[in-house]
């Protein structure tokens, strides 16, 4: 009998008497100010929003945040006359020195600040992660209060790799001091479009 | 895997000799309490959330056989290939038959308890294969050849100036130096080259959904990702209990998970794995290892509801003042005594540490 074979048997005859699924939507908080909530959450976790009306307010935000000669990716077509375009002449590991990578989210979660996105969006799956510094854009009427909703969203969806990101990539090994930048983006900017 | 021949008591003991050092590990880890409970307080629905979680897990558990061939199908329809181990030995067995088709012998690793549990890396190490343990606190220790000490604080037990002469010897910091900012930034770029050098990189899963075939990974560091998207094979590994439904059941356990463990509200990265990227290998391998036989005990069948948030550790007071070394598992701490398989006796849930447990709410 295979291994496989084996667990499943051992499982069929140990599984306890069928106990129900509950109704997965438990109580659901309500944020009163969505926007105000998801920018407090992302600032608390280490995070940057910027609001701003339009790309070109976005395109000047990032020139002054990140000056020549930054390299800076970008992934979004509402940019793409401002900065350079991913494209496949890169390798994944040419993004190590990226700043920032530009990339759209789907939307953003108000209750903790995470922004959702997937390898769509990603255009590399690697970029992400090991940018040195990361900008993401939602929309504002792309904030929804929690996870709940999220799912909602996502619902039956496929992907390669679906992500919630929120805030810089950090640690906090050495004596539960915070550092930003353990591995991945040193800083996570949050664009919100109006 | 490391032996010990002393009782956790014997062990205790001798961590209790620096009182000043206990009384710092006792405080830092109330500290990480409190941050949960700050956490906690802040969601209106939290103990609606621990019940329907508790329940879910129920559920899990009475129909585990079917959930698991639900999510191997999936997998497999998602292009991922899939391994069964029942033990230790077969799961270590299994990885490296993976390693070895593509001819590899350096590997990234994000943090497993799992592979923890089944010794992976002295396995490996004893097939002159190099694991690098890509979580900072896991390679903190690792570096000091000590088996991590908290499931989610590796080496809570370290003091940043033994850390920075750590360093010193293993990654060439300069001598005297303890700013954790700064031996963060060293830790970096020493491991940024691994990451680049990584040609297979292992990872944990905090959920996988029956529904969908895919696997979630959970970190703060961004190590699991660097790791997996650098690489051209995943080995994602798995005890059988961290399957779920749905993947709407995702939100529940995400709201729970990072408030118990750090007071976060969620961690930095949850990514979802569902398909390998273009190009990639992935591999899920899931493994029993004493789980199928624990499951049919009443009294024990409940630890396989744990979803390692690791608050339990910094609830117990015996576990703040022995430290994870003076356990004798892989997994310390009260979650530990009673997850390991087995032992039967040690512990009798439920633990009023594990209480604080968002699965054990009733």
Redesign the interface.
């Known amino acids: 009998m295979?291994?496989?074979e084996?667990?499943?048997a051992?499982?069929?005859?140990?599984?306890?008497?069928?106990?129900?699924?509950?109704?997965?939507h438990?109580?659901?908080?309500q944020p009163g100010n969505l926007k105000e909530k998801f920018i407090q959450?992302l600032t608390?976790?280490g995070g940057k929003a910027v609001e701003a009306q339009g790309w070109k307010a976005i395109a000047a935000a990032l020139r002054e945040a990140f000056p020549a000669p930054a390299q800076i990716i970008n992934t979004i077509p509402g940019l793409n006359s401002e900065f350079e375009i991913l494209s496949s002449k890169f390798h994944?590991?040419d993004f190590?020195n990226v700043s920032p990578a530009i990339l759209q989210g789907q939307f953003g979660?108000a209750?903790?600040?995470?922004v959702w996105l997937t390898?769509e969006q990603m255009g590399d799956?690697?970029l992400p992660?090991?940018c040195e510094h990361l900008a993401l854009i939602i929309s504002q009427r792309d904030i929804i209060p929690?996870?709940?909703e999220?799912?909602?969203r996502?619902s039956?969806s496929?992907?390669?790799?679906?992500?919630?990101?929120?805030?810089?990539?950090?640690?906090?090994?050495?004596?539960?001091?915070l550092?930003l930048?353990?591995?991945?983006?040193k800083s996570l900017t949050v664009f919100i479009l109006d | 895997m490391y032996v010990q021949h002393k009782s956790h008591a014997q062990l205790a003991e001798q961590f209790n000799r620096d009182a000043k050092r206990v009384d710092w590990h006792d405080e830092?880890l109330w500290?990480?309490r409190i941050k949960r409970d700050r956490a906690a307080s802040q969601?209106?629905?939290w103990e609606?959330?621990r019940?329907?979680a508790s329940?879910?897990k129920?559920?899990v558990?009475?129909?585990?056989?079917d959930y698991?061939?639900q999510f191997e199908q999936h997998a497999l329809a998602n292009g991922i290939h899939v391994h069964?181990?029942?033990d230790a030995t077969?799961h270590n067995e299994i990885v490296h038959a993976i390693i070895r088709k593509h001819n590899i012998n350096h590997i990234v690793k994000s943090k497993s308890m799992l592979t923890e549990e089944c010794g992976l890396n002295e396995y490996l190490h004893g097939q002159d294969i190099e694991v690098i343990d890509?979580?900072?606190?896991e390679r903190?220790v690792q570096l000091a050849k000590e088996p991590p000490s908290h499931i989610v604080?590796?080496?809570?037990h370290?003091?940043?100036e033994e850390?920075g002469e750590l360093f010193h010897q293993h990654l060439g910091t300069p001598k005297g130096n303890a700013d954790?900012?700064f031996?963060?930034?060293a830790a970096?770029a020493h491991?940024?080259e691994h990451?680049?050098a990584g040609k297979l990189a292992i990872t944990g899963v905090n959920f996988a959904v029956a529904e969908?075939g895919?696997v979630v990974v959970c970190t703060?560091?961004?190590?699991a990702?660097?790791g997996v998207?650098?690489a051209d094979v995943h080995i994602a590994c798995m005890g059988?209990e961290k399957i779920i439904?749905?993947?709407?059941?995702?939100?529940?356990f995400?709201?729970l998970l990072a408030r118990s463990a750090?007071g976060?509200?969620?961690?930095?990265?949850?990514?979802?794995?569902?398909?390998?990227?273009?190009g990639q290998e992935m591999h899920i391998v899931?493994v029993?290892n004493g789980r199928?036989?624990r499951?049919?005990s009443?009294d024990f069948?409940n630890v396989l509801k744990c979803i390692r948030c690791g608050a339990c550790f910094n609830t117990c007071p015996v576990y703040r003042r022995s430290g994870g070394h003076s356990y004798h598992t892989a997994v310390a701490g009260p979650i530990g005594s009673i997850l390991a398989p087995g032992l039967d006796t040690i512990y009798l849930l439920p633990l009023p540490c594990v209480g604080r447990a968002p699965m054990f709410a009733r």
């Open positions: 295979s291994s496989r084996k667990i499943l051992a499982l069929k005859q140990n599984q306890p008497a069928r106990q129900p699924l509950p109704d997965a438990t109580g659901r908080t959450a608390d976790i994944p590991h190590r979660v209750e903790n600040g995470a390898n799956q690697a992660y090991i929690t996870l709940h999220a799912y909602d996502i039956n496929t992907y390669r790799l679906g992500a919630f990101i929120a805030g810089p990539s950090k640690t906090a090994d050495i004596e539960q001091s550092v930048g353990a591995h991945g983006p | 830092t500290l990480v969601v209106a629905e609606q959330l019940e329907a329940q879910i129920n559920n558990l009475s129909n585990l056989h698991l061939l069964w181990a029942a077969e890509t979580d900072l606190g903190i604080l590796p080496c809570i370290w003091k940043k850390i954790p900012q031996l963060t930034a970096r491991l940024r990451f680049l969908t895919e703060n560091e961004g190590n990702d660097l998207q650098l059988i439904p749905q993947r709407k059941h995702l939100a529940i995400l709201r750090t976060q509200p969620i961690t930095t990265y949850s990514s979802h794995f569902q398909k390998p990227r273009e899931l029993d199928s036989r499951l049919a009443d069948r």
